[in-house]
């Protein structure tokens, strides 16, 4: 240690982290953690000049922004110290850990305070902070595998915690939810027969339907989008698709079904065959189409070009949602593309470093995604046997009859749209079978990376209706636009998460 320094003239950075993805709850809150350390830094008379807050876990290395932006400021000699409430806020990898260590050792960071801890800056003081690490990286990894040995212990019993419309979940088993459950099992049989998910919603809220949040209380009606998912979810048959596994809840206990298996696939093949019409539409190209959002509403800006007789007609983006509150519907295409011109010309400039880091550390399909795959698989299949069995069940039919006759014909067409059925729905559970077994087929190459993050300003500039339409969906998830602006945008990744780390900037009270 060096009897030298004098720690009140050090400036030192408070940094506070709770994951919200933690599988426990007894780590103290981020508002606890900063009143406890400035506790300490006013005992110990530090100089605490920046605050920073950060949601993210430290389980996995480079994951955590505002932790990155931290130490890319201490190397640039912002700050001096570190004061933090554990070593375990600081890393729980042992990458991110040997690199504070390695700062410590080359004097970048001269000092660290904890509030549970005792650090000293000589041989043995490291050494009990790499045990530090150590610890808080076993920790998490056993507290994880515990977690989901559990999960999936549960899962096998055919118990889980995930609440489910028209359920009450009592110790993870799912229970009828009377007035609510005799609702859902009406909301299918009315989708059985062709109802439109609007006039469901509206019947089921005018006839009481309501679901409290355990969370904080609050009670909700249905709406179109959550009722969209309940008619997709094959749980209400009785299939809970869960944690990479698929279980029977009519084999593990008396499950009560909103939806016998047979009605659930017709349900599901009604709304195949809703969104894939054989004969598709045929209409103009206009470019980023439904991802101009209305700032106001939030709803997907209609596009086409402007009605006047004049020779010079322009391409619009207009909101036609009528209880939005906007006065002006709609903004000329040419304010949107100026805005992208003038966003991309200096280009996003990442590196090849920036590149391997974020894909180093991230799963493209995530288990949540794996999971909605799973289920649709399930469902595709599901609705491959109904058309097949259809198709045979018509072939039988018309052994007995002429060539000729009208039923024969009749069935004939009928079967040879039926195998066309089968053959489109093959390829579609391929394509997510494919999916699951290479879950980084959306990948960007290195290539494609650097090309986009160099050069997408005068690519978009250059290109014609469709290639513009292309670069920018590469780049962009949404942009909203109000009256006269765009006034939001949202990146894609990797470009979301690479930017983001560049533009930590302070907030008014100091902290991040």
Known sequence: MDDGLDITNLRYVLYAR???????????????????????????????????????????????????QMINDIKRGVYDGILAWNPDRLA??????????????????????????????DANGKMLLGMAFVLSKQY????????????????????????KHGYINEDGIYKPDGNNYELICEAWQMRKVGKPIETITDYLNKNGYSRKIKRNGKQVDMDKRILSKILHDPFYYGALVQAGQQVNL????????????EDYFIVQRLDYRKIRPSTPHKMAFYPLRRIVLCHLCGRPCVVAPSTSHTSTRYLYYRCDNTSCTRKKRSIRAKVIFDFIYE??????????????EYYDNLTLLTDQKRQEVRAKLLNLRGVFKKVKQE?????????????????WKVNNNKIAEL????????????????????????RLTIEQFLNLSKNAGNIVQSADAVGK?????????????????????????PFATLLKQRQILPSRDGET
């Open 18 to 68: 709770k994951s919200t993805t933690d599988e426990t709850r007894q780590v103290r809150s981020i508002p606890d953690q900063i009143t406890d350390c400035k506790l300490l830094a006013a005992q110990l008379n530090l100089n605490v000049v920046r605050t920073l807050r950060e949601t993210q876990s430290a389980k996995k290395p480079n994951q955590r922004p505002v932790f990155k």
């Open 92 to 121: 729980r990898n042992m990458l991110e850990g040997g690199e504070i260590i390695d700062l410590i050792d080359q004097n970048v960071i001269k000092d660290l305070k904890f509030k549970t801890h005792t650090f000293t800056n």
């Open 140 to 163: 998490s990894d056993d507290l994880s595998q515990k977690v989901t040995r559990g999960i999936r212990g549960r899962l096998k019993e055919g118990r889980t915690p995930t609440p």
């Open 250 to 261: 009519r084999e593990l206990y008396d499950f009560t079904p909103a939806v016998s298996e």
């Open 343 to 356: 966003l991309l010309q200096n280009g996003l400039n990442f590196t090849e470093k920036e590149y391997n």
């Open 391 to 407: 198709a045979e069940e018509r072939s039988l039919k018309i052994v007995n009859y002429d060539t000729t006759s009208a039923i």
């Open 419 to 442: 195998t066309d059925e089968q053959t489109k729905l093959l390829d579609e559970i391929e394509k997510l079978e494919v999916q699951l077994r290479e879950p980084e087929t959306d």
């Open 469 to 493: 339409d292309q670069i920018v969906r590469e780049i962009f998830l949404n942009l909203e636009v109000d009256e006269e602006k765009v006034a939001l945008y949202r990146l894609k990744e």
